[in-house]
């Protein structure tokens, strides 16, 4: 019963930095455009495939 007398508060201060650190998230604009790392991604494995396609109008040499 003792030990609850510590580990209460100390449980509810990791709750109050977990808060404050999900506040300052949010505050700095971390959560603001979640979907434009995911584009960024697939856009780079567009770019990528483009430059090692050979063009249409080209001929090969053999």
Known sequence: MDS???LIPVA???VAV???LLLWAIDNGQYD???K???RIIAE???HD???Q???GKRQQP
Request: hydrophobic share 40%; glycine share 4%.
């Open 12 to 14: 509810l201060v990791f």
């Open 45 to 47: 494995e567009q770019k």
């Open 33 to 35: 455009d979640l979907d």
């Open 50 to 52: 483009a430059k090692h």
């Open 54 to 56: 050979p063009e249409e």
């Open 4 to 6: 609850l007398y510590l």
């Open 18 to 20: 977990g808060i404050k």
């Open 37 to 39: 790392e995911a584009w």
